[in-house]
């Protein structure tokens, strides 16, 4: 009897408690009992129970019945509404945005609105289709995970719409079916990778036959068994067109095709078949079809700020690009190759956005702690003269005078952070003549280097967790562009000049430094990076995790 009791008790105050959901949610006033629909008193029922079901969308949706006077939404007496069946089309298109179209169940939702044979059925039903279509917008506009719960530092302002408000507008004005693009990303790619998504959604339902790996690699002029299938390949993944003639080596229109599968696919374009590029020409297209859709879903985390300049830079494709804003518009003005952090655990380049303020010319380098610690003082206890030959110097950790006096006391402060170490301006310093300062936690900046060969790479993981830039003139023109005194002539003097300098920006610019393993350029073209840091594979699981601990509807 006694646990009985507590049952009863706890059913009690569950329900206050979801009463209290909806007088607070200010869908419902104590005084609103009165005489209504059988539907109305079974919505405010199921709106004041346990959240349960519905836990991440109680409040949104007690406030959107609340307008409607907790009458049916979907339903017009016995009958179902037209814009039922529109609500029903928008779930359907999940799949065309890279989301599951089996978390928001279309067709389930469309069995139950047409079986609804009483007021209870017919209030989840509804219920159960405002739910769905809550979830699929709001999972659309700012995706189904956030950036920090895989430990990221992205947060660009991203927050979830007003949905009760922004979907009864839309059906009191007859838009219920554009409600989607206008909370789906602005940024242009994302149009286009939704259109590369239904293309490789095609060729993932019909796979490919593996090609034969040779034991050492095919080098143009020689013979090969499987030319026919390399051939229908790169036709099929569009690096080779439909009437190229298949040639009895492998030469000619075969080998600028695999270059241009190479060059989409971070490989050296040599045409030479290797190891690597036998295994990209091998990856499944369920696999890339995956990649695209783990690539909307990071676009998904964007948001276009109110500004008119963006500076982003993609990690695994070793590229920064700079955007005008017009009008809420995003335009590439402008891309460079970069340089990033080393794909190992304490110098990769972190994902983060943070608004670049300042620009130094001639500056120090200050030398982060974690690398005088490791990589530094070793090679000073090893040979001292070492500071001097690479025109470095000791300063206090809160700023004073520089010493080049390198004693035991000395390394030991560095070592514990009291002192700390930075190479002069010049030929050796590895920032080069300039830096592009956005204060941030991770100590990351963009500059340039004195090592400009390396630019030539394919791969360019190198540097400590910093950017370095190929054109970074480029760059300080656009962010100083209204600031008409800056101009080119100056940026180069105040790059060789002798005494560092620095301009502070009057509009600071948001810098996104962001990761993403697909890519696709206003041209058409499709590029499937390497995911350097492992990063792929975290998303994928959290996005399975997700879908697989959301409840359904009733």
Known sequence: MRSEGLKLARGWVR???GLLVLVLSGSLSLSAFAAETPEAQ??????????????DMQVPLARFYGGNQFEPVWFRGHGVKPEA?????????????????????????????SGAADARS????????????????????????RPHSLGLDLDMGVERPDLPVLVAGALAQGRLASLPDSLAPQFPMYAGLRQVLARYRDLARSPFELLPVV????EPG???????????????????????ILPPRYEGDLVEGVKHFQARHGLEPDGVIGVASFAQLNVPMAARYRQIELGLERLRWLKVPPVDKVVGVNIPEFRLRAFDIRNGEVLTRFSMKVIVGQAVLEKKTPVFQEDMRTIDFKPFWNVPPTIARAELLPKLRKNPG???????????ASGGKPSTELTPEALA????????IRQRPGAKNPLGPIKFVLPNNHDVYLHYTSTPRLFQKSRRDFSHGCIRLEEPVALARFVLEDQPDWTEERIRAAMAAEKPSSVHLLHPVPVVIFYTTVVEEPDGRVFFLSDIYGLDPKLDVALKSRSASRPSAW
């Open 15 to 17: 329900g206050v408690l």
């Open 42 to 55: 079974a919505l405010r029922s199921l709106l004041s129970a346990e959240p349960g079901r519905m836990k």
């Open 85 to 113: 069946r529109q609500a029903l089309d928008i779930l359907k298109q999940a799949e065309s945005h890279g989301l599951e179209e089996g978390d928001y169940g279309p067709g389930d939702l469309s069995a139950r609105l």
């Open 122 to 145: 017919r209030a989840e039903a509804d219920l159960s289709l405002s739910l769905a279509l809550f979830r699929f917008l709001s999972d659309l506009h700012v995706g189904r995970v």
């Open 215 to 218: 034991k050492k690699k095919l």
């Open 222 to 244: 020689q013979a090969y068994p499987a030319l026919a299938l390399l051939r229908d390949r790169l036709v099929r993944l569009g690096d080779l067109p439909p009437t190229s």
């Open 386 to 396: 070492y500071l001097a030959q690479q025109e470095m110097e000791i300063v206090p």
């Open 413 to 420: 402060a560095v070592a514990h952070g009291s002192l700390r």
